[in-house]
Structure formats: structure tokens, C-alpha cells
């Protein structure tokens, strides 16, 4: 069990957030949209700390779990707790694919594989207008203002 609150934001607060979101950001997260390989702002981010959803701030991956997959988007083999995932088959644009989605307020991430690396074998590739990045040892963001877990640092 997550030690973050994951319900999700009320429709005024995920709006307000929203509001907040650039063109790109919005077609990604909003609107299931996949911004070009090798062009992402996280890609060969190699500072540690963690990486959060854009929209709502919940702790998604931990540097730690980054690695190069050579495909063009960040990849992690793991999640930063499983529960702040959500997976939802998708069969758009011909193929099987596992979408993976914000837990807490259902934004798009990216898409998970099963040919990742050592011990999960699992390669999360993201998209980074998901993300937000927050250097170890900082505050994790907290938009929707519920205090705990979320206003420790990363």
C-alpha cells in the first residue's frame, strides 16, 4: 500500500491543473498523444531524484530504475511503488500494448514492454512532457495540497 494519498483530485482541482498544462502536454497526458523519440527534455537526464506526474505531482519512477533503452523516450525498469501505476490494454494503431497510465489522476505516461532489463524485465517507456523532476533531497511537489507524504523529500 502506497504511503501517498492516491484518490484522485476533484474535478475543480484536476481542472485547474490542466489549466496549467502547455499544448503538448496536454495532447499527451490528456489526450493519450506520444511526443517524438529523442526530443523528450528526460532522456538523458542523469541527475538523481525522482520523477513525478506532471499533472498531479504522485512519485512515478526513481532515477535509480532509469536506463537506456536506445528507443528514444526515458525507460525505467520499475515503478517508484507499483500502486501509482495504472495498466490499461491498449490496441490502438494495430498493435497489443500496455498502456500505463497515473494512478491517481489517470493521465497518460507512456506504455510498458516485457523487454526490460534485469530483475523486473519490464521496460516502462515514458513520455517526458509526463513528468516532472524533483532532485534528491528536495521537496516532492504537492498541487493538490494533501500535506503527508507528499510534502517529504524525494
Not at 64 to 89: N, V
Not at 98 to 103: G, K, Q, R, S
Amino acid at each position: 500500500m502506497s504511503r501517498f494519498d492516491l484518490s484522485p483530485p476533484t474535478e475543480a482541482q484536476f481542472q485547474a491543473l490542466a489549466a496549467t498544462l502547455s499544448a503538448d502536454e496536454r495532447r499527451v497526458l490528456l489526450q493519450h498523444g506520444t511526443e517524438a523519440p529523442f526530443c523528450g527534455v528526460f532522456l538523458d537526464n542523469k541527475r538523481e531524484g525522482t520523477y513525478c506526474c506532471r499533472l498531479c505531482g504522485l512519485p512515478l519512477f526513481r532515477s535509480s530504475a532509469k536506463f537506456d533503452s536506445g528507443t528514444g523516450w526515458p525507460s525505467f525498469f520499475a515503478p517508484y511503488d507499483e500502486a501509482h501505476l495504472g495498466r490499461i490494454r491498449d490496441t490502438s494503431h494495430g498493435m497489443v500494448r500496455t498502456e500505463i497510465v497515473c494512478a491517481r489522476c489517470g493521465s497518460h505516461l507512456g506504455h510498458v514492454f516485457p523487454d526490460g532489463p534485469p530483475p523486473t524485465h519490464e521496460r516502462h517507456c515514458l513520455n517526458s512532457v509526463s513528468l516532472g523532476f524533483v532532485d534528491a533531497g528536495e521537496a516532492l511537489p504537492d498541487p493538490l495540497r494533501r500535506g503527508g507524504a507528499e510534502a517529504g523529500p524525494a
